[in-house]
Protein backbone atom coordinates (compact mmCIF):
# COMPACT_ATOMS: atom_id res chain seq x y z
CA UNK A 1 0.00 0.00 0.00
CA UNK A 2 2.99 2.29 0.40
CA UNK A 3 4.44 1.60 -2.39
CA UNK A 4 1.52 1.98 -4.41
CA UNK A 5 0.60 5.52 -2.81
CA UNK A 6 4.24 6.78 -3.22
CA UNK A 7 3.74 5.70 -7.09
CA UNK A 8 0.46 7.86 -7.45
CA UNK A 9 1.99 10.97 -5.43
CA UNK A 10 4.90 11.12 -7.83
CA UNK A 11 2.31 10.58 -10.98
CA UNK A 12 0.80 13.31 -9.67
CA UNK A 13 3.81 15.66 -9.42
CA UNK A 14 4.58 15.44 -12.60
CA UNK A 15 0.87 15.91 -13.93
CA UNK A 16 0.58 19.11 -11.92
CA UNK A 17 4.33 20.18 -13.30
CA UNK A 18 3.65 19.69 -17.11
CA UNK A 19 0.27 21.54 -16.44
CA UNK A 20 2.24 24.83 -14.91
CA UNK A 21 4.80 24.61 -18.15
CA UNK A 22 1.92 24.43 -20.36
CA UNK A 23 -0.03 27.45 -18.97
CA UNK A 24 3.07 29.50 -19.15
CA UNK A 25 3.66 29.00 -22.41
CA UNK A 26 0.19 29.71 -23.38
CA UNK A 27 0.26 32.95 -21.28
CA UNK A 28 3.70 33.33 -23.31
CA UNK A 29 2.30 33.08 -26.55
CA UNK A 30 -0.83 35.71 -25.31
CA UNK A 31 1.67 37.71 -24.30
CA UNK A 32 3.08 37.82 -27.62
CA UNK A 33 -0.45 38.85 -29.10
CA UNK A 34 -1.26 41.38 -27.02
CA UNK A 35 2.33 42.90 -27.97
CA UNK A 36 1.36 42.61 -31.43
CA UNK A 37 -1.75 44.02 -31.15
CA UNK A 38 0.16 47.07 -28.76
CA UNK A 39 1.82 47.78 -31.83
CA UNK A 40 -1.02 47.86 -34.51
CA UNK A 41 -3.02 49.73 -32.06
CA UNK A 42 -0.19 52.16 -31.83
CA UNK A 43 0.51 52.52 -35.27
CA UNK A 44 -3.24 52.80 -36.29
CA UNK A 45 -3.48 55.92 -33.60
CA UNK A 46 -0.28 57.66 -35.49
CA UNK A 47 -2.52 58.18 -38.58
CA UNK A 48 -2.18 62.00 -39.86
CA UNK A 49 -3.99 64.20 -37.95
CA UNK A 50 -6.90 66.36 -40.14
CA UNK A 51 -6.68 69.85 -37.64
CA UNK A 52 -3.34 70.91 -39.14
CA UNK A 53 -3.21 74.29 -41.16
CA UNK A 54 -1.32 77.07 -43.27
CA UNK A 55 -1.76 80.60 -42.68
CA UNK A 56 0.20 82.81 -45.52
CA UNK A 57 0.65 86.52 -44.87
CA UNK A 58 2.28 89.16 -47.50
CA UNK A 59 1.61 92.02 -49.30
CA UNK A 60 0.25 92.06 -52.38
CA UNK A 61 1.36 91.12 -55.53
CA UNK A 62 3.73 88.87 -53.60
CA UNK A 63 2.79 85.90 -55.26
CA UNK A 64 0.58 84.18 -52.44
CA UNK A 65 -2.27 82.81 -54.80
CA UNK A 66 -0.82 81.07 -57.47
CA UNK A 67 2.41 79.62 -54.85
CA UNK A 68 -0.50 77.92 -52.87
CA UNK A 69 -1.91 76.72 -56.48
CA UNK A 70 1.14 75.70 -57.36
CA UNK A 71 1.71 73.37 -54.06
CA UNK A 72 -2.08 72.13 -54.98
CA UNK A 73 -1.58 71.23 -58.05
CA UNK A 74 -3.69 73.75 -59.75
CA UNK A 75 -2.55 75.28 -63.34
CA UNK A 76 -5.37 78.26 -62.97
CA UNK A 77 -5.71 80.01 -59.81
CA UNK A 78 -8.31 82.20 -59.34
CA UNK A 79 -8.01 85.05 -56.51
CA UNK A 80 -10.26 86.19 -54.27
CA UNK A 81 -10.32 88.69 -51.77
CA UNK A 82 -10.09 89.54 -48.06
CA UNK A 83 -9.64 85.80 -46.17
CA UNK A 84 -9.52 83.10 -49.01
CA UNK A 85 -9.31 79.44 -47.76
CA UNK A 86 -8.07 76.13 -49.74
CA UNK A 87 -6.22 72.51 -48.62
CA UNK A 88 -3.50 70.46 -50.42
CA UNK A 89 -3.96 66.85 -50.17
CA UNK A 90 -1.09 65.39 -48.16
CA UNK A 91 -0.32 61.17 -48.15
CA UNK A 92 2.18 59.50 -46.43
CA UNK A 93 3.36 56.70 -48.87
CA UNK A 94 4.71 54.49 -46.02
CA UNK A 95 1.30 53.80 -44.52
CA UNK A 96 -1.09 54.73 -47.44
CA UNK A 97 -2.58 57.31 -45.41
CA UNK A 98 -4.18 60.51 -46.41
CA UNK A 99 -5.53 64.09 -45.38
CA UNK A 100 -6.31 67.60 -46.14
CA UNK A 101 -3.83 70.54 -44.85
CA UNK A 102 -5.83 73.44 -44.49
CA UNK A 103 -4.56 76.99 -46.37
CA UNK A 104 -5.67 80.23 -44.79
CA UNK A 105 -4.29 83.20 -47.76
CA UNK A 106 -5.06 86.67 -46.07
CA UNK A 107 -5.40 89.56 -47.88
CA UNK A 108 -2.62 92.07 -47.89
CA UNK A 109 -4.47 95.17 -47.58
CA UNK A 110 -4.14 96.11 -44.18
CA UNK A 111 -7.93 96.67 -43.71
CA UNK A 112 -8.01 92.90 -43.69
CA UNK A 113 -5.81 92.26 -40.51
CA UNK A 114 -9.03 91.70 -38.64
CA UNK A 115 -10.09 88.69 -40.39
CA UNK A 116 -6.70 87.04 -38.77
CA UNK A 117 -8.73 85.21 -36.22
CA UNK A 118 -10.90 83.32 -38.18
CA UNK A 119 -7.53 81.61 -38.90
CA UNK A 120 -5.28 81.97 -36.21
CA UNK A 121 -7.26 81.47 -32.91
CA UNK A 122 -6.74 79.88 -29.66
CA UNK A 123 -8.05 76.43 -30.92
CA UNK A 124 -5.60 76.14 -33.46
CA UNK A 125 -2.76 78.20 -32.52
CA UNK A 126 -0.57 75.25 -31.32
CA UNK A 127 -1.58 73.21 -35.34
CA UNK A 128 -0.67 76.28 -37.10
CA UNK A 129 2.47 76.88 -39.41
CA UNK A 130 2.84 80.71 -40.79
CA UNK A 131 3.98 81.08 -44.79
CA UNK A 132 5.42 84.83 -45.19
CA UNK A 133 5.73 86.01 -48.23
CA UNK A 134 8.13 88.26 -50.77
CA UNK A 135 8.96 88.96 -54.03
CA UNK A 136 12.13 89.30 -55.73
CA UNK A 137 10.55 91.85 -58.17
CA UNK A 138 10.68 94.62 -55.13
CA UNK A 139 13.60 93.44 -52.71
CA UNK A 140 13.65 96.96 -51.75
CA UNK A 141 10.38 96.56 -49.89
CA UNK A 142 11.36 93.18 -48.16
CA UNK A 143 12.55 95.30 -44.68
CA UNK A 144 9.17 97.54 -44.24
CA UNK A 145 6.91 94.15 -45.29
CA UNK A 146 8.18 91.85 -43.58
CA UNK A 147 8.37 93.69 -39.96
CA UNK A 148 5.49 94.87 -40.94
CA UNK A 149 4.12 91.23 -41.15
CA UNK A 150 6.05 90.10 -37.89
CA UNK A 151 4.77 93.01 -35.91
CA UNK A 152 0.92 91.82 -37.02
CA UNK A 153 1.24 88.30 -36.36
CA UNK A 154 3.13 89.23 -32.75
CA UNK A 155 0.20 92.08 -31.79
CA UNK A 156 -2.57 88.94 -32.74
CA UNK A 157 -1.13 86.01 -31.42
CA UNK A 158 -0.39 88.50 -27.77
CA UNK A 159 -4.30 89.32 -28.34
CA UNK A 160 -5.37 85.94 -28.26
CA UNK A 161 -6.76 84.25 -25.03
CA UNK A 162 -3.97 82.09 -24.05
CA UNK A 163 -2.93 80.39 -21.23
CA UNK A 164 0.66 81.13 -20.18
CA UNK A 165 1.99 77.78 -20.25
CA UNK A 166 0.98 76.93 -23.90
CA UNK A 167 2.34 80.08 -24.87
CA UNK A 168 5.71 78.74 -23.35
CA UNK A 169 5.28 75.41 -24.01
CA UNK A 170 5.16 76.65 -27.84
CA UNK A 171 7.94 78.39 -27.48
CA UNK A 172 9.65 75.92 -26.08
CA UNK A 173 9.04 73.60 -28.49
CA UNK A 174 9.88 75.69 -31.59
CA UNK A 175 13.78 76.35 -29.73
CA UNK A 176 14.20 72.75 -28.92
CA UNK A 177 13.22 71.87 -32.93
CA UNK A 178 16.24 74.58 -33.72
CA UNK A 179 18.64 73.08 -31.16
CA UNK A 180 18.41 69.08 -32.37
CA UNK A 181 18.58 69.75 -35.94
CA UNK A 182 21.44 67.63 -37.79
CA UNK A 183 21.85 66.60 -40.85
CA UNK A 184 23.07 63.54 -40.55
CA UNK A 185 21.10 60.31 -42.29
CA UNK A 186 21.04 56.54 -41.69
CA UNK A 187 19.96 53.54 -43.90
CA UNK A 188 16.51 53.27 -42.44
CA UNK A 189 13.69 53.95 -44.96
CA UNK A 190 12.42 57.15 -44.88
CA UNK A 191 9.79 56.61 -44.70
CA UNK A 192 9.47 54.25 -41.73
CA UNK A 193 7.54 55.25 -38.67
CA UNK A 194 10.72 53.72 -36.58
CA UNK A 195 12.77 56.46 -38.65
CA UNK A 196 10.17 59.09 -37.75
CA UNK A 197 10.05 58.32 -34.01
CA UNK A 198 13.90 58.15 -33.63
CA UNK A 199 14.17 61.85 -35.73
CA UNK A 200 12.67 63.13 -33.35
CA UNK A 201 13.38 61.43 -30.10
CA UNK A 202 16.84 60.58 -30.30
CA UNK A 203 18.04 63.29 -28.92
CA UNK A 204 17.77 64.11 -24.81
CA UNK A 205 16.98 67.50 -23.71
CA UNK A 206 20.34 67.20 -21.57
CA UNK A 207 22.03 66.71 -24.61
CA UNK A 208 20.59 69.53 -26.80
CA UNK A 209 23.39 72.37 -27.77
CA UNK A 210 22.57 76.06 -26.36
CA UNK A 211 20.93 78.25 -29.71
CA UNK A 212 23.39 79.69 -31.58
CA UNK A 213 23.85 83.83 -31.33
CA UNK A 214 20.91 85.76 -32.05
CA UNK A 215 18.85 83.30 -33.16
CA UNK A 216 15.30 83.15 -32.13
CA UNK A 217 14.97 86.60 -30.43
CA UNK A 218 11.86 86.76 -31.37
CA UNK A 219 9.66 83.51 -30.71
CA UNK A 220 6.65 83.62 -31.49
CA UNK A 221 5.93 79.73 -30.83
CA UNK A 222 4.88 79.45 -34.54
CA UNK A 223 6.49 77.72 -37.46
CA UNK A 224 7.59 80.35 -39.41
CA UNK A 225 8.47 79.74 -43.04
CA UNK A 226 9.69 82.92 -45.07
CA UNK A 227 9.50 82.26 -49.15
CA UNK A 228 10.76 84.72 -51.28
CA UNK A 229 8.54 84.19 -55.04
CA UNK A 230 9.53 84.91 -57.97
CA UNK A 231 13.31 84.37 -58.36
CA UNK A 232 13.37 84.46 -61.91
CA UNK A 233 13.12 88.34 -61.89
CA UNK A 234 16.52 88.30 -61.16
CA UNK A 235 17.73 88.42 -64.64
CA UNK A 236 15.22 91.78 -65.33
CA UNK A 237 17.19 93.36 -61.67
CA UNK A 238 20.51 92.58 -63.64
CA UNK A 239 19.78 93.63 -67.41
CA UNK A 240 17.06 96.93 -65.62
CA UNK A 241 18.93 97.68 -62.32
CA UNK A 242 22.10 97.35 -62.79
CA UNK A 243 22.50 94.53 -59.94
CA UNK A 244 24.78 92.69 -59.45
CA UNK A 245 26.22 89.39 -57.07
CA UNK A 246 27.33 91.52 -54.80
CA UNK A 247 23.70 93.04 -54.62
CA UNK A 248 22.15 89.56 -54.36
CA UNK A 249 24.30 88.39 -51.75
CA UNK A 250 23.58 91.89 -50.17
CA UNK A 251 20.00 90.81 -49.95
CA UNK A 252 20.62 87.08 -48.97
CA UNK A 253 22.59 88.09 -45.57
CA UNK A 254 19.94 90.40 -44.53
CA UNK A 255 17.16 88.00 -44.69
CA UNK A 256 19.14 84.82 -43.17
CA UNK A 257 19.44 86.59 -40.38
CA UNK A 258 15.68 88.13 -40.42
CA UNK A 259 14.81 83.72 -40.24
CA UNK A 260 17.55 83.53 -38.11
CA UNK A 261 16.42 86.23 -35.48
CA UNK A 262 12.52 84.71 -36.11
CA UNK A 263 13.40 81.18 -36.19
CA UNK A 264 11.95 80.98 -39.55
CA UNK A 265 12.92 78.84 -42.36
CA UNK A 266 14.01 80.30 -45.99
CA UNK A 267 12.77 79.13 -49.74
CA UNK A 268 13.96 81.06 -52.56
CA UNK A 269 10.91 79.71 -54.89
CA UNK A 270 9.69 80.60 -58.85
CA UNK A 271 6.68 79.00 -59.84
CA UNK A 272 7.62 80.07 -63.64
CA UNK A 273 10.44 77.86 -63.83
CA UNK A 274 9.34 75.39 -61.11
CA UNK A 275 12.65 75.77 -58.52
CA UNK A 276 12.07 74.80 -54.88
CA UNK A 277 8.31 73.88 -55.03
CA UNK A 278 8.14 70.55 -55.11
CA UNK A 279 11.34 70.80 -52.00
CA UNK A 280 8.80 73.29 -50.31
CA UNK A 281 5.67 71.09 -50.26
CA UNK A 282 8.10 68.36 -48.22
CA UNK A 283 9.23 70.90 -46.15
CA UNK A 284 5.93 71.63 -45.21
CA UNK A 285 4.76 67.90 -44.47
CA UNK A 286 7.64 67.18 -42.52
CA UNK A 287 7.48 70.34 -40.09
CA UNK A 288 3.85 69.79 -39.87
CA UNK A 289 3.27 66.13 -39.37
CA UNK A 290 6.78 65.09 -38.92
CA UNK A 291 7.62 62.96 -42.37
CA UNK A 292 11.05 62.58 -43.40
CA UNK A 293 12.82 65.52 -45.50
CA UNK A 294 16.67 64.44 -46.30
CA UNK A 295 17.45 67.56 -48.40
CA UNK A 296 20.19 69.80 -46.74
CA UNK A 297 20.40 73.23 -46.82
CA UNK A 298 21.30 74.72 -50.90
CA UNK A 299 23.22 78.10 -50.55
CA UNK A 300 25.24 77.79 -53.68
CA UNK A 301 22.67 78.98 -56.45
CA UNK A 302 21.19 82.48 -55.56
CA UNK A 303 17.80 82.02 -56.90
CA UNK A 304 17.46 78.51 -55.46
CA UNK A 305 18.23 79.04 -51.74
CA UNK A 306 16.94 76.83 -48.78
CA UNK A 307 17.74 77.22 -45.37
CA UNK A 308 16.01 74.87 -42.95
CA UNK A 309 14.99 76.08 -39.67
CA UNK A 310 18.33 75.14 -37.09
CA UNK A 311 20.58 75.18 -39.71
CA UNK A 312 21.91 78.88 -39.94
CA UNK A 313 24.38 80.83 -37.88
CA UNK A 314 26.00 84.01 -38.03
CA UNK A 315 29.18 82.28 -38.66
CA UNK A 316 27.60 80.82 -41.57
CA UNK A 317 25.94 84.20 -43.11
CA UNK A 318 29.19 85.45 -43.24
CA UNK A 319 30.50 83.48 -45.33
CA UNK A 320 28.61 85.82 -47.84
CA UNK A 321 30.76 89.00 -47.08
CA UNK A 322 33.84 87.81 -48.78
CA UNK A 323 32.12 88.45 -52.01
CA UNK A 324 30.59 91.63 -51.12
CA UNK A 325 33.27 94.39 -51.91
CA UNK A 326 31.74 97.33 -52.58
CA UNK A 327 29.19 97.09 -49.72
CA UNK A 328 29.52 96.71 -46.26
CA UNK A 329 27.20 94.24 -44.54
CA UNK A 330 26.11 96.62 -41.62
CA UNK A 331 24.77 99.00 -44.16
CA UNK A 332 21.67 99.88 -43.58
CA UNK A 333 19.71 98.01 -46.22
CA UNK A 334 17.61 100.76 -47.83
CA UNK A 335 20.92 102.63 -47.97
CA UNK A 336 22.09 99.54 -50.50
CA UNK A 337 18.91 98.05 -51.93
CA UNK A 338 16.86 101.34 -53.05
CA UNK A 339 13.75 101.89 -54.71
CA UNK A 340 13.91 102.76 -58.33
CA UNK A 341 12.66 106.23 -59.47
CA UNK A 342 9.15 106.28 -59.38
CA UNK A 343 7.52 106.22 -62.95
CA UNK A 344 3.89 107.94 -64.06
CA UNK A 345 1.77 104.92 -64.17
CA UNK A 346 -0.78 105.23 -67.17
CA UNK A 347 -3.98 105.12 -66.05
CA UNK A 348 -6.60 103.11 -68.28
CA UNK A 349 -9.14 104.00 -66.02
CA UNK A 350 -11.78 106.72 -67.61
CA UNK A 351 -12.29 110.01 -66.26
CA UNK A 352 -15.74 110.25 -64.47
CA UNK A 353 -17.99 112.23 -65.90
CA UNK A 354 -19.77 114.76 -63.95
CA UNK A 355 -23.00 116.21 -64.62
CA UNK A 356 -24.01 119.55 -65.02
CA UNK A 357 -26.90 121.38 -63.58
CA UNK A 358 -29.61 121.83 -66.63
CA UNK A 359 -30.35 125.56 -66.12
CA UNK A 360 -26.95 126.13 -66.14
CA UNK A 361 -26.53 124.37 -69.69
CA UNK A 362 -29.35 126.10 -70.88
CA UNK A 363 -27.70 129.38 -70.07
CA UNK A 364 -24.47 128.56 -71.74
CA UNK A 365 -26.59 127.68 -74.87
CA UNK A 366 -28.20 130.42 -75.23
CA UNK A 367 -25.03 132.80 -74.96
CA UNK A 368 -23.80 129.94 -77.75
CA UNK A 369 -26.69 131.06 -80.08
CA UNK A 370 -26.49 134.70 -78.99
CA UNK A 371 -23.02 135.10 -80.61
CA UNK A 372 -23.02 132.68 -83.82
CA UNK A 373 -26.10 135.48 -84.73
CA UNK A 374 -24.00 138.33 -83.97
CA UNK A 375 -20.99 136.53 -86.25
CA UNK A 376 -23.51 135.83 -89.00
CA UNK A 377 -24.87 140.23 -89.33
CA UNK A 378 -28.70 140.25 -90.52
CA UNK A 379 -28.82 138.87 -93.48
CA UNK A 380 -27.09 135.56 -95.08
CA UNK A 381 -27.22 137.22 -98.63
CA UNK A 382 -24.73 140.16 -97.29
CA UNK A 383 -22.52 137.75 -95.53
CA UNK A 384 -22.06 136.19 -98.53
CA UNK A 385 -20.91 139.23 -100.31
CA UNK A 386 -18.23 142.23 -99.55
CA UNK A 387 -17.04 142.32 -96.34
CA UNK A 388 -18.17 144.52 -93.69
CA UNK A 389 -16.07 147.99 -91.95
CA UNK A 390 -15.35 147.87 -88.63
CA UNK A 391 -17.13 144.49 -87.58
CA UNK A 392 -20.22 145.88 -88.48
CA UNK A 393 -23.03 144.82 -90.90
CA UNK A 394 -22.91 147.85 -92.75
CA UNK A 395 -22.15 146.18 -96.83
CA UNK A 396 -19.38 148.25 -98.62
CA UNK A 397 -19.84 149.02 -102.27
CA UNK A 398 -18.29 147.80 -104.86
CA UNK A 399 -15.61 149.57 -107.01
CA UNK A 400 -13.89 149.13 -110.30
CA UNK A 401 -10.77 147.27 -109.83
CA UNK A 402 -11.57 145.99 -106.18
CA UNK A 403 -10.85 142.04 -105.41
CA UNK A 404 -13.72 141.06 -103.62
CA UNK A 405 -16.95 140.25 -105.19
CA UNK A 406 -19.54 143.46 -105.61
CA UNK A 407 -22.64 144.03 -102.92
CA UNK A 408 -26.15 143.13 -104.39
CA UNK A 409 -27.72 146.49 -105.17
CA UNK A 410 -30.06 148.42 -102.66
CA UNK A 411 -33.85 146.86 -104.79
CA UNK A 412 -36.50 149.38 -104.59
CA UNK A 413 -39.07 148.48 -101.98
CA UNK A 414 -41.31 149.00 -104.57
CA UNK A 415 -40.08 145.94 -106.47
CA UNK A 416 -40.83 143.35 -104.04
CA UNK A 417 -42.27 139.71 -104.47
CA UNK A 418 -45.88 141.16 -103.09
CA UNK A 419 -46.78 143.47 -106.88
CA UNK A 420 -49.08 142.44 -109.21
CA UNK A 421 -48.05 139.42 -111.73
CA UNK A 422 -44.82 139.06 -109.73
CA UNK A 423 -42.37 140.63 -111.37
CA UNK A 424 -40.64 141.78 -109.10
CA UNK A 425 -39.11 138.51 -108.01
CA UNK A 426 -38.02 138.94 -112.14
CA UNK A 427 -36.84 142.21 -111.47
CA UNK A 428 -34.38 141.22 -108.59
CA UNK A 429 -33.11 138.37 -110.65
CA UNK A 430 -32.14 140.42 -113.50
CA UNK A 431 -31.00 143.12 -111.14
CA UNK A 432 -28.73 140.99 -109.48
CA UNK A 433 -27.06 139.09 -112.87
CA UNK A 434 -25.95 143.17 -113.94
CA UNK A 435 -24.33 143.58 -110.74
CA UNK A 436 -22.30 140.18 -110.22
CA UNK A 437 -20.44 141.13 -112.65
CA UNK A 438 -19.07 145.12 -113.59
CA UNK A 439 -18.22 145.06 -117.06
CA UNK A 440 -16.85 147.74 -118.87
CA UNK A 441 -18.60 149.60 -122.23
CA UNK A 442 -18.59 146.67 -125.04
CA UNK A 443 -16.60 147.74 -127.98
CA UNK A 444 -13.07 147.96 -129.19
CA UNK A 445 -10.15 145.74 -128.28
CA UNK A 446 -7.87 145.79 -125.94
CA UNK A 447 -5.22 147.92 -125.69
CA UNK A 448 -1.47 147.01 -126.96
CA UNK A 449 0.71 144.04 -125.21
CA UNK A 450 -2.76 143.05 -122.90
CA UNK A 451 -2.98 140.12 -124.38
CA UNK A 452 -6.56 140.31 -124.81
CA UNK A 453 -7.86 139.25 -128.84
CA UNK A 454 -9.60 141.16 -130.81
CA UNK A 455 -13.52 141.34 -130.50
CA UNK A 456 -13.32 140.84 -126.75
CA UNK A 457 -13.74 143.25 -123.84
CA UNK A 458 -11.74 142.93 -120.18
CA UNK A 459 -13.42 143.11 -117.47
CA UNK A 460 -12.67 146.02 -115.18
CA UNK A 461 -12.69 143.94 -111.82
CA UNK A 462 -9.26 143.30 -112.85
CA UNK A 463 -9.80 139.23 -114.00
CA UNK A 464 -8.84 137.49 -116.93
CA UNK A 465 -12.43 136.32 -118.44
CA UNK A 466 -13.02 137.86 -121.42
CA UNK A 467 -16.53 139.25 -123.21
CA UNK A 468 -17.44 137.96 -126.21
CA UNK A 469 -19.76 139.95 -128.54
CA UNK A 470 -22.33 136.79 -127.63
CA UNK A 471 -21.94 137.74 -123.88
CA UNK A 472 -22.51 141.70 -124.21
CA UNK A 473 -25.80 141.28 -126.39
CA UNK A 474 -27.44 138.95 -124.09
CA UNK A 475 -26.05 141.73 -121.33
CA UNK A 476 -27.59 143.99 -123.37
CA UNK A 477 -31.05 142.32 -123.55
CA UNK A 478 -30.81 141.64 -119.62
CA UNK A 479 -31.04 145.50 -118.98
CA UNK A 480 -33.69 146.20 -121.53
CA UNK A 481 -35.79 143.29 -120.41
CA UNK A 482 -35.19 144.71 -117.03
CA UNK A 483 -35.83 148.62 -117.95
CA UNK A 484 -39.20 147.30 -119.06
CA UNK A 485 -40.42 145.10 -116.35
CA UNK A 486 -39.52 148.35 -114.04
CA UNK A 487 -41.57 150.39 -116.33
CA UNK A 488 -44.65 147.84 -116.21
CA UNK A 489 -44.14 147.51 -112.30
CA UNK A 490 -43.97 151.42 -111.77
CA UNK A 491 -47.30 152.20 -114.14
CA UNK A 492 -49.42 149.01 -112.33
CA UNK A 493 -48.72 150.49 -109.24
CA UNK A 494 -49.67 154.35 -110.01
CA UNK A 495 -52.98 152.28 -111.81
CA UNK A 496 -53.51 150.83 -108.52
CA UNK A 497 -52.85 153.96 -106.10
CA UNK A 498 -55.12 156.62 -108.76
CA UNK A 499 -57.81 153.85 -108.00
CA UNK A 500 -57.64 154.30 -104.15
Known amino acids: MALESGTQTGSNALT ?3 TTKKKDAAAEKE ?23 VLVLGDNATGKTTLIAKLQGVEDPKKGSGLEYAYIDVKDEYR ?54 IKVLGQHIESLPLEAKDKETARQRLATTWQSYCEVGDDLDPGSPVKRTMRN ?83 LTHRIYGLPFRTPALVVEKDAVLIPAGWDSLKKISILYENMHGIKAESPYTDVIKAPPTRKAVSNREVEVQTEDEQTFLARQQEILKQAGQDRGESPLRSQGGGSVGGGNKSVPRT ?79 AAELDRLSRSVKKEIDMSQSEC
Open 201 to 283: NSIDEDDLLPLTEDALITNLGLDIVVVVTKTDYMTTLEKEYEYRDEHFDFIQQWIRNFCLRTGASLFYTSVKEDKNCDLLYKY
Open 400 to 478: PGSTGQSSPKKIDPKLTPATPGGEGVLANFFNSLLHKKSGSPAGGAGPPGTGTPAGTTRTTNGTDSLMTPEKLAVRSDA
Open 31 to 53: NLWSAILNEVQTQGSTKLPSNKS
Open 96 to 149: DDMTRLGVWVLDGDPGHTNLLHFALNETNYAHTLVILTVSMTQPWGWLEQLNHW
Open 16 to 18: SSF
